[in-house]
């Protein structure tokens, strides 16, 4: 492949993501107009998103004239639009599950998933103060560890004198918690 069509190639994805922001731009996920915080925020922004749009229906031509002129091969109407990643998603280096363990493995106390996911807010920046969101890094433990690594983990019973309530907590099996020999 030459230098040329390999530019195309690069170009070719850049004009897909530009659809797909202008697609998220002009159809938002249904979750965002469906909840009212979320609505009036977004409703509150539409001067914004308005003025992106035309950014990109102004750029998506000359965009394709070099992509054209690069490789005249190319049939862009055949390009799929790559919608961005939802905010607050950032890439953990070993996914949620995987990032949970790593935090159950260092912790030096059983931890329950809210708790866990706390520890994952502070350490990767994210916006945990919608309960939706909380709930999708909640979901995603528990099923990890009921599941997946239940082998590798110890699961405390979840009415203890310390620990009042219904919580379940978490340890590394191969460390016992305090307090325990």
Same mark, same amino acid.
């Given at each position: !492949?030459?230098?040329?069509?390999?530019?195309?190639? &690069?170009?070719?994805?850049?004009?897909?993501?530009?659809?797909?922001?202008?697609?998220?731009?002009?159809?938002p996920p249904k979750y965002i107009t469906r909840l009212i915080p979320e609505r009036r925020a977004y409703e509150a922004a539409?001067?914004?998103?308005?003025?992106?749009?035309?950014?990109?229906?102004?750029?998506?031509?000359?965009?394709?004239? $070099?992509?054209? !002129?690069?490789?005249?091969?190319?049939?862009?109407?055949? $390009?799929?639009?790559?919608?961005?990643?939802?905010?607050?998603?950032?890439?953990?280096?070993?996914?949620?599950?995987?990032?949970? !363990?790593?935090?159950? %493995?260092?912790?030096?106390?059983?931890?329950?998933?809210?708790?866990?996911?706390?520890? !994952?807010?502070?350490?990767?920046?994210?916006?945990?103060?919608?309960? &939706?969101? %909380?709930? %999708?890094?909640?979901?995603?433990?528990?099923?990890?560890?009921?599941?997946?690594? %239940?082998?590798?983990?110890?699961?405390h019973p979840s009415h203890l004198p310390d620990n009042p309530g219904w919580r379940r907590r978490w340890s590394w099996r191969?460390?016992?918690?305090?307090?325990?020999?």
């Open positions: !492949m030459d230098e040329d069509a390999k530019l195309a190639l &690069r170009l070719t994805k850049v004009y897909a993501k530009l659809l797909g922001e202008r697609e998220r731009l002009v159809k539409q001067a914004d998103r308005d003025q992106r749009v035309v950014e990109i229906d102004n750029a998506l031509p000359h965009l394709a004239y $070099v992509i054209q !002129m690069l490789d005249p091969l190319v049939d862009l109407n055949k $390009v799929k639009p790559i919608r961005p990643r939802a905010l607050n998603r950032v890439e953990m280096p070993n996914g949620i599950s995987g990032t949970a !363990m790593d935090i159950v %493995r260092e912790a030096d106390r059983p931890l329950a998933p809210s708790e866990i996911v706390d520890i !994952m807010g502070e350490q990767f920046g994210l916006d945990l103060s919608s309960v &939706r969101e %909380r709930q %999708r890094y909640y979901d995603a433990i528990n099923q990890a560890f009921a599941g997946t690594f %239940r082998d590798d983990l110890i699961e191969h460390r016992l918690p305090h307090g325990e020999s």
